[in-house]
C-alpha cells in the first residue's frame, strides 16, 4: 500500500484539494472526519473529554465543539491536553481504516491531515503534498468562511505550524493563491507523480 500526505494549513484549501483528488479517483481519508468518530456518543474518547474539559458535553450527549474549540485555541496547554486524548485515537483508526482498504485491494491512499507535519507523521508517508497559499490569503478566508474576527483568527493560525514552514517538508506544493481552475492542474500533476510510485 503506498500511502501519501495532504496537508496545509487552516483554510488553506486542503478539502478544496481533496475533491479534487477524489474526482480524479483517489480515496481520501480525512483526519478531521475520523477526528469527529472517535468523539462520538458513547466512545471512549468522548468519555476522556468529559473527565478532563468539563461542560463541553451537552445535554444532548454530544460535544460541544465551538465551546472546545474556543477553550483550546486560546491555551497551548489544554490543546495539548485535547490532543494527547485524541490523537491516538486518531491515529488508531487511520490504520483500522487502511487495513479495510488494504483488503479491498486498493494500492494508493492519501491521508488528509491538518497536523501531519506537527504530529511528526509525515515520517510515515511515501510523499507530502502541502497546499499553500500566503498567510494574508489563509487569513483571509479563514475569515470569510468561519465568520471569525482578526483575533479569533490569528489565535487558530498561531495554533498551526506556518505554511511557510511547512513548505520545506513538501514532496509537493500545491500553490492554492489563484483561482481553483489554476490549482486543478497541479492537482493533476501531484496525483500522477503518486500513481507513478509502486
Ligand atoms: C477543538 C475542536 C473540538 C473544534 O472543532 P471544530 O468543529 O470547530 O473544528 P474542526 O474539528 O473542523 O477543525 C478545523 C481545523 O482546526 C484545526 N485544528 C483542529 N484541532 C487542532 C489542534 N488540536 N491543534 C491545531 N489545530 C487544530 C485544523 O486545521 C482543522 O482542520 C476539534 O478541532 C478537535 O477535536 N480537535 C482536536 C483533534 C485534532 O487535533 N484534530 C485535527 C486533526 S487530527
Ligand atoms: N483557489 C481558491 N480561491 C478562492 N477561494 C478558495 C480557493 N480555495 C479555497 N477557497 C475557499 O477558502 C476557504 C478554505 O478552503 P478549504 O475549506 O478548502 O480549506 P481547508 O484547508 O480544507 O480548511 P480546514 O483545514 O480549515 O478545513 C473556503 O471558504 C474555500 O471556499
Known amino acids: 500500500m503506498h500511502v501519501f500526505g495532504l496537508t496545509g494549513g487552516i483554510a488553506s ?14 480515496r481520501v481519508l480525512d483526519a478531521d472526519v475520523i477526528a469527529r468518530e ?21 445535554p ?49 491512499v492519501v491521508y488528509d491531515v491538518p497536523l501531519l507535519i506537527e504530529t511528526g507523521l509525515h515520517a510515515a508517508m511515501e510523499g507530502v503534498a502541502v497546499v499553500w497559499v500566503p498567510r494574508d490569503v489563509q487569513k483571509a478566508r479563514l475569515m470569510a468562511r468561519d465568520g471569525l474576527d482578526a483575533d479569533a483568527a490569528e489565535a487558530r493560525l498561531a495554533a498551526q505550524m506556518a505554511l511557510d514552514d511547512k513548505r520545506a517538508h513538501a514532496t509537493w506544493v500545491i500553490d492554492n493563491s489563484g483561482a481553483p481552475e489554476s490549482t486543478r492542474p497541479q492537482v493533476e500533476a501531484v496525483w500522477r507523480a503518486m500513481l507513478a510510485h509502486g
Open 13 to 26: 484549501g486542503k478539502s478544496t484539494v481533496s475533491r479534487m483528488l477524489r474526482e480524479l479517483g483517489a
Open 38 to 58: 472517535v468523539v462520538e456518543p458513547g466512545t471512549p474518547g468522548l468519555q476522556r473529554i468529559r473527565e478532563r474539559f468539563p461542560g463541553v458535553v451537552g
Open 60 to 108: 444532548d450527549g454530544r460535544l460541544d465543539r465551538v465551546r472546545l474549540g474556543a477553550h483550546i485555541f486560546a491555551d497551548p496547554q489544554e490543546r495539548a491536553a485535547l490532543n494527547a486524548i485524541v490523537h491516538p485515537q486518531v491515529r488508531a483508526a487511520f490504520l483500522e481504516k487502511l487495513q479495510a482498504l488494504e483488503a479491498e485491494g486498493l494500492t494508493h
